[in-house]
């Protein structure tokens, strides 16, 4: 019988020469075998629901007592804010970072962001917290230059990028690395958002912030500008003592297809279960609200100590499940060869950490824009901009954010939505929105309760200034 140990390391060879000639840390290649291994093992990185329990009984985060302000100002110094940035919104039809949207008039996401850590700096009357991005090969530039020109102060890329690894697209055949010659960027794919830990160390900025007096970080995505760096939260943290924490948030209909908590049955921690992770047979279970109630905000603190430790302690890596995506190879090309595409999920490192915890947090620090829809949600009135330029569902919504189903043929991307919609309608005491058909949203247009608008001539109906539902 052959050494599987063997096998893995001569089938990987030729990855790992790729990766080497793209100049890819020894981090980003460790962490991609791992993936690798576990493909070549027949893993599937299911997780079925007779493995798990739902998770109960977690903390509240408006329970918490605020810090006093030396507390606050003593944690701000030892800890990083890090917003993930490597999205360019291609389901919305963007080739540039999903962060540069206008969102408020001519104010971004990045805009926003940067508006949130400038404040805060200007209150605590210093360059705290510290504040990096995560980017991709694909925002970097556009990044840079929308941050340089804004934003001057916040410094150059050397002092605030953390650069995404990319890792082979696997042929689904073979199990051998990708071959495109007619573009071969192609052959190359995002590693998800858990490759934060790999970039964190392969680049050295792991040593360096801890090195630097930073012990926490928190951890968000760009897109989500309710996820402010909330000093209750990271004081509640610092005297947890927990390596690792997630935000969670009570599921509504509208994100049930989202990963939730879990808890495993045969050692009793914390897992994150993506849909991707879900047996068919189980999906029942999976999209239960009343089942499985927390939501992964992908809002996260980190003890980097604690991440540090467990690096040295794996080999360099952080041993997440495996997320196996199947693709064409060129995704606008369906008749291109299939493969797979491994990823890994950042929350699912709260089932690497003995004593990682979560934490219920209102659904005001969740708005994630990953739909045209969602767009068309948060630049309205059921969202209000906040002092801090933080984006929070109104509080008159009860944490039910509005569930729209625009068109998906003539709305699915930034293009079409803005099409149908040149002026952004009221939502704010609108229950639900179905759009069919061609719109032309006029100013003054107010959606309320339970509003259908259809619309089978194909000649785009004008919505005039008035109330629509009931």
């Keep these: 019988m052959s050494d599987p140990h063997i096998d893995i390391e001569t089938s990987f060879a030729p990855y790992r020469i790729k990766m080497e000639a793209e100049g890819l840390s020894d981090s980003a290649i460790r962490a991609f075998r791992a993936s690798y291994a576990a493909l070549m093992a027949g893993e599937t990185g299911m997780i079925p629901e007779s493995t798990i329990q739902p998770a109960e009984d977690l903390p509240f985060a408006g329970d918490l007592t605020p810090p006093d302000a030396s507390r606050a100002a003593d944690l701000l110094k030892q800890t990083v804010l890090l917003k993930l940035n490597g999205g360019l919104g291609t389901g919305m039809g963007l080739e540039k970072a999903k962060s540069l949207l206008p969102v408020r008039g001519e104010d971004t996401f990045l805009d926003l962001i940067a508006q949130q850590v400038l404040r805060m700096r200007a209150q ?17 530039t556009d990044t840079a230059a929308h941050l340089d020109a804004r934003f001057p102060q916040l410094g150059g890329r050397e002092a605030w990028e953390l650069m995404q690894n990319k890792v082979p697209k696997v042929m689904a055949d073979t199990l051998e690395p990708a071959t495109w010659s007619a573009n071969p960027p192609q052959e190359w794919c995002p590693p998800g958002h858990g490759d934060i830990y790999a970039c964190l160390a392969g680049s050295g900025w792991l040593e360096r912030l801890i090195e630097g007096g930073i012990r926490y970080a928190f951890v968000s995505n760009s897109d989500n500008l309710g996820a402010t760096l909330d000093p209750s939260i990271l004081t509640w943290f610092a005297d947890s003592g927990m390596p690792f924490a997630m935000e969670v948030t009570r599921r509504t209909e509208s994100d049930k297809k989202g ?11 914390f897992l994150l279960r993506e849909s991707a992770q879900c047996p068919k047979e189980d999906e029942g279970h999976f999209q239960s609200i009343d089942v499985h109630r927390y939501f992964n905000t992908n809002n996260l603190w980190i003890d980097l100590q604690a991440l540090q430790e467990a690096l040295n302690a794996n080999e360099g890596l952080i041993p997440l499940p495996p997320i196996m995506n199947k693709k064409t190879l060129d995704p606008r090309d369906p008749s291109s060869p299939a493969v797979i595409q491994l990823e890994t999920a950042m929350g699912a490192a709260i089932e690497c950490f003995a004593g990682a915890g979560a934490i219920e947090v209102p659904r005001l620090r969740f708005a994630p824009v990953k739909t045209t829809s969602d767009l068309l949600a948060v630049r309205s009135d059921a969202y209000e901009l906040t002092e801090d330029f933080c984006l929070r569902l109104h509080p008159s919504r009860k944490g039910q954010p509005p569930h729209l189903q625009l068109d998906p043929k003539l709305c699915k991307l930034v293009d079409g939505l803005e099409q149908n919609f040149p002026h952004t309608p009221s939502l704010l005491n ?19 309760g339970d509003a259908v608008i259809e619309n089978e001539t194909g000649v785009p109906m004008d919505l005039s200034a008035g109330t629509y539902g009931g």
Excluded: W
């Excluded at 705290?128 to 694909?138: E, H, R, T």
């Excluded at 990963?259 to 921690?269: F, K, T």
């Design 124 to 140: 605590t009357g210093s360059e705290v917290p510290l504040f990096m991005l995560m980017n991709s090969f694909s925002t970097s």
């Design 259 to 269: 990963g939730h908590l879990a808890v495993r049955l045969s050692d009793g921690r």
């Design 430 to 448: 609108c229950r639900s929105l179905v759009v069919k058909g061609p719109v032309v949203c006029g100013p003054g247009v107010i959606f309320q």
